[in-house]
Structure formats: structure tokens, C-alpha cells
């Protein structure tokens, strides 16, 4: 008969065990009353027919036994439900078992003999009790369980074979057909628990499995607002978030009377990098420049690309001549450094022009941007890799 656990899973195992410690735990108190009482109880009921040392150091022996555990239980018993146990708690819960269960068959050996009839009977029914509650009260540890009722039934089954085979026919038949049954029962009880324990692990990681998928939609989900509002390849913003946060950011400046400023800008020559050296070249080209205008721009001024090599920057509490300034200093550290080109190709120089524009308290966001707009095509025509203020 096996009682194993199934090896289906890490978490049932871990699970398993966890719930048989548990279990124990919480049925110890049991154990700690009912045993000391019933030795206690035989052994004076058998005090004028068997040795006094030997009632005495037995009862002592169960006590010596039971201390530890009760010592065990008083340290675990408030303690949170642990996340793992180890293997050799449940062969430490066999052990003491076994002992529990030898010193009950101690008791059978050798006082059944000095029994009469009610004396004998009395033996009968309480190992029987016995067993019957370890199958109970331990389902959950059912090698612990026959470590204990074994050594208790078997000399007592031994000792009713050997004086009531006369008196008491039927009796050994019944004491057999009880152990084969609780057996049986143990069996039951374990398959039982397992099954119940199994349910629970499959329920929680259900639980964490739709979790997770519910933390992967999460950033699914944000990761999709992202590319919304994003450009994917330069990590600024796109058309609509640019006008998304450029309307607050003037909407305050005109609180505040404060004058803000329209950049518009874009590389020179840009397609003739795309056609000599390909789009991967040109995106690399995209995303260094990118990074050189936010890193040259004040942190609340607002950038974003509107497609292809242009780029929009909005400039609060900017005058045009303070963003042509700005602007300017983003042209020279676009064209002061080289971007160096993947497999060893000559290391590349871009410019780019730029428009500027100023918006007025009554001025539309998109006026503005095309009138920045003209400024830098103003500025391609004088000559590229300069920077032009409408209206000037």
C-alpha cells in the first residue's frame, strides 16, 4: 500500500506537505490529552494486578514522549500557515508515532494476560478507540497513523488470539477485519486529502495564472497608449501628443501673460542619406538627432516629430528672439558631432534648418506651426543649416 506523494507538480508536493504539517499541528492537543489520561486510566485499573515499576515507567515513558511535541506545538501553534516544510517533518511525525504506538503496545502485552474478562474487554475497546481516532484524526499522515496503530493492534491482536480463542471466539476475527478495514479507511482518507489539496493548488494557480494574464493585459494595454501617444522609433512625441500637452502648456502661459514660441525644424539633404546609405541608416540618423534636441532644449519645452525629419518644439515663457537662440544652439550640436554609420562606413554630418514663430493670445496652434513652417523653408532656400523668425 502506497502512500506516496504524487509527484504531478512541484506546488502539489509543496502543498502537500505544507497541509499535513498543518494538520498535525492542529491535532497534537488531542493527542496530548486523550493518551496521558487513558494510561493513566489503565493503569490503575490494572494497579493491583501488574507491577507497579512497570505502570509507572511506562506512563513516565509516554509523558518523556510527549513533552517535546507538546513543547513543539506550543512554539508552531501561532505562527502564520508556512510556504514549505521539509520532508523530514513527516518522518519525524512517523518516529513518534511508531514510539507512541509501541509504548500502547507495551501495555497490551503484558497486561492483557493479567485481565479478566471486563479488564480484557476494556484493552480491546480502547485500542481499538485508538486507532480508530489516529485514522481520524491523522488522514492526512497515514504512514504516522499505521506507525502508531500497528504496533498498538498487533501485540493486543496477538494476545486475543492466544486467551480468547475459547471464551470469545468471534473476538480475533473482529479485531482483524477492524485492522483490514482501517486500512482500508486510511487509504481512503489519504486519496481523499490528496484530491482535496490537489483542487486547492489547481484553484490558486488559476488564480495567479489569470493574475498574470491580467498584469500582461495591464502593460499591454500601456504599452499600446504608449505607442499612441509616442513616436515608436525616436521616443518623442507624436503629432497628437504634442498637441495634447502643447494646450495646457499655453493655456497657462496666457494665465500668466507669458510669451510663447513655435519651433519647427528638419534635416537637410535628409532623403540622400536614406537613398545612399538605407532607412537603417536613416533611422539611426533620426534617433541621434532627436536626442541631441531634447538634450538641448529646456526639459519643459515641449518636443515632438511630426513625420519624416521634422521635428516640433514648443517654447513657453519663450520670446522669439530668446527660442531663436535655443534653436540655434540645437543646430550647432546637431551639425558639430558625427554620427558613425554600422559597418565601418564613413561617419556622417547632418544639419538641419529651422523656422521659428511666435503665438499670439488669440494665435491657433496650427496657424502657428505653419507659419514656423514657411519660416523654415525660408530658411532651406537661403541656404540651409540656418534658423529664420517669421515675420523678420
Same mark, same amino acid.
Given at each position: 500500500?502506497?502512500f506516496?506523494i !504524487?509527484?504531478t507538480?512541484e506546488?502539489?508536493?509543496?502543498a502537500?506537505? /505544507?497541509s499535513?504539517?498543518?494538520n498535525?499541528?492542529?491535532q =497534537? !492537543?488531542?493527542?496530548?490529552?486523550a493518551?496521558?489520561l487513558?494510561?493513566?486510566f489503565?493503569?490503575l485499573v490494572?494497579w493491583?494486578?501488574a507491577?507497579?515499576d512497570f505502570?509507572t515507567?511506562?506512563?513516565?515513558a509516554m509523558?518523556?514522549? =510527549?513533552? !517535546?511535541a507538546? @513543547?513543539?506545538w506550543r512554539?508552531?501553534?501561532k505562527?502564520?500557515? !508556512?510556504t514549505?516544510?521539509?520532508p523530514?517533518?513527516?518522518?519525524r511525525?512517523?518516529?513518534?508515532?511508531?514510539?507512541?504506538?509501541?509504548?500502547?503496545g507495551?501495555f497490551?502485552?503484558?497486561l492483557y494476560p493479567?485481565?479478566g474478562?471486563d479488564?480484557?474487554t476494556?484493552?480491546?475497546i480502547?485500542a481499538?478507540?485508538?486507532?480508530? #481516532?489516529?485514522v481520524?484524526?491523522?488522514?492526512s499522515?497515514p504512514? %504516522?497513523s499505521i506507525?502508531?496503530?500497528l504496533p498498538t493492534?498487533?501485540p493486543l491482536f496477538a494476545?486475543i488470539?492466544?486467551?480468547?480463542?475459547? *471464551?470469545?471466539r468471534?473476538l480475533?476475527?473482529s479485531?482483524? /477485519?477492524?485492522?483490514?478495514t482501517s486500512?482500508f479507511?486510511t487509504r481512503?482518507a489519504w486519496d481523499?486529502?490528496?484530491?482535496?489539496?490537489r483542487i486547492?493548488?489547481?484553484?490558486?494557480?488559476?488564480?495567479?495564472?489569470?493574475q498574470a494574464?491580467?498584469?500582461?493585459?495591464?502593460? %499591454?494595454l500601456?504599452?499600446m497608449q504608449d @505607442?499612441?501617444?509616442?513616436?515608436e522609433l525616436?521616443?518623442? $512625441?507624436?503629432r497628437?501628443?504634442?498637441?495634447?500637452?502643447? *494646450?495646457?502648456a499655453?493655456?497657462a502661459?496666457?494665465?500668466r $501673460?507669458?510669451?510663447?514660441s513655435?519651433?519647427?525644424m528638419?534635416l537637410d539633404?535628409?532623403?540622400?542619406?536614406n537613398?545612399?546609405?538605407?532607412?537603417?541608416?536613416?533611422?539611426?540618423v533620426?534617433k541621434?538627432?532627436a536626442?541631441?534636441i531634447?538634450?538641448?532644449?529646456?526639459?519643459e519645452?515641449?518636443?515632438?516629430r511630426?513625420?519624416g *525629419?521634422?521635428?516640433?518644439?514648443?517654447?513657453?515663457d519663450?520670446?522669439p528672439?530668446?527660442?531663436? /537662440?535655443?534653436v540655434?544652439?540645437?543646430?550647432?550640436?546637431v #551639425?558639430a558631432? @558625427?554620427?558613425?554609420v554600422?559597418g565601418?562606413?564613413p561617419?556622417?554630418?547632418?544639419?538641419?534648418s529651422? #523656422?521659428i514663430?511666435?503665438?499670439g493670445?488669440?494665435?491657433?496652434?496650427?496657424?502657428?506651426?505653419?507659419?514656423?513652417? $514657411?519660416?523654415?523653408?525660408?530658411a $532651406?532656400?537661403?541656404?540651409?543649416d540656418?534658423?529664420?523668425v517669421?515675420?523678420?
Amino acid at each position: 500500500m502506497q502512500f506516496s506523494i !504524487p509527484a504531478t507538480s512541484e506546488n502539489l508536493e509543496r502543498a502537500l506537505r /505544507v497541509s499535513q504539517a498543518v494538520n498535525r499541528v492542529r491535532q =497534537l !492537543p488531542t493527542v496530548f490529552v486523550a493518551n496521558p489520561l487513558l494510561a493513566v486510566f489503565v493503569a490503575l485499573v490494572f494497579w493491583d494486578r501488574a507491577p507497579h515499576d512497570f505502570l509507572t515507567i511506562t506512563v513516565g515513558a509516554m509523558l518523556v514522549l =510527549l513533552t !517535546p511535541a507538546f @513543547l513543539s506545538w506550543r512554539r508552531l501553534r501561532k505562527r502564520p500557515r !508556512p510556504t514549505d516544510v521539509s520532508p523530514g517533518n513527516e518522518r519525524r511525525a512517523i518516529i513518534f508515532s511508531f514510539f507512541l504506538g509501541a509504548i500502547w503496545g507495551t501495555f497490551a502485552w503484558v497486561l492483557y494476560p493479567l485481565g479478566g474478562t471486563d479488564e480484557r474487554t476494556m484493552m480491546t475497546i480502547l485500542a481499538v478507540g485508538l486507532t480508530g #481516532g489516529s485514522v481520524a484524526f491523522f488522514s492526512s499522515s497515514p504512514v %504516522a497513523s499505521i506507525a502508531f496503530f500497528l504496533p498498538t493492534m498487533a501485540p493486543l491482536f496477538a494476545r486475543i488470539v492466544e486467551f480468547d480463542t475459547t *471464551e470469545m471466539r468471534v473476538l480475533p476475527a473482529s479485531v482483524a /477485519v477492524f485492522l483490514l478495514t482501517s486500512l482500508f479507511f486510511t487509504r481512503t482518507a489519504w486519496d481523499q486529502f490528496v484530491e482535496t489539496v490537489r483542487i486547492l493548488v489547481q484553484r490558486d494557480e488559476a488564480l495567479i495564472a489569470a493574475q498574470a494574464s491580467g498584469h500582461q493585459l495591464e502593460v %499591454a494595454l500601456s504599452r499600446m497608449q504608449d @505607442l499612441a501617444m509616442v513616436d515608436e522609433l525616436t521616443g518623442l $512625441k507624436n503629432r497628437r501628443a504634442f498637441f495634447d500637452d502643447a *494646450e495646457p502648456a499655453i493655456a497657462a502661459a496666457r494665465r500668466r $501673460k507669458l510669451p510663447v514660441s513655435v519651433a519647427l525644424m528638419d534635416l537637410d539633404f535628409f532623403k540622400d542619406i536614406n537613398d545612399t546609405y538605407g532607412h537603417a541608416v536613416g533611422d539611426l540618423v533620426l534617433k541621434e538627432v532627436a536626442h541631441r534636441i531634447t538634450a538641448t532644449l529646456r526639459e519643459e519645452q515641449i518636443v515632438g516629430r511630426f513625420g519624416g *525629419e521634422e521635428f516640433v518644439a514648443l517654447l513657453p515663457d519663450t520670446t522669439p528672439a530668446q527660442a531663436l /537662440v535655443a534653436v540655434e544652439r540645437v543646430r550647432r550640436a546637431v #551639425g558639430a558631432a @558625427l554620427i558613425a554609420v554600422p559597418g565601418g562606413g564613413p561617419e556622417l554630418r547632418v544639419t538641419l534648418s529651422g #523656422g521659428i514663430a511666435p503665438l499670439g493670445e488669440v494665435d491657433d496652434l496650427e496657424e502657428v506651426i505653419d507659419q514656423a513652417d $514657411k519660416a523654415m523653408y525660408r530658411a $532651406k532656400g537661403l541656404g540651409r543649416d540656418r534658423v529664420e523668425v517669421f515675420g523678420i
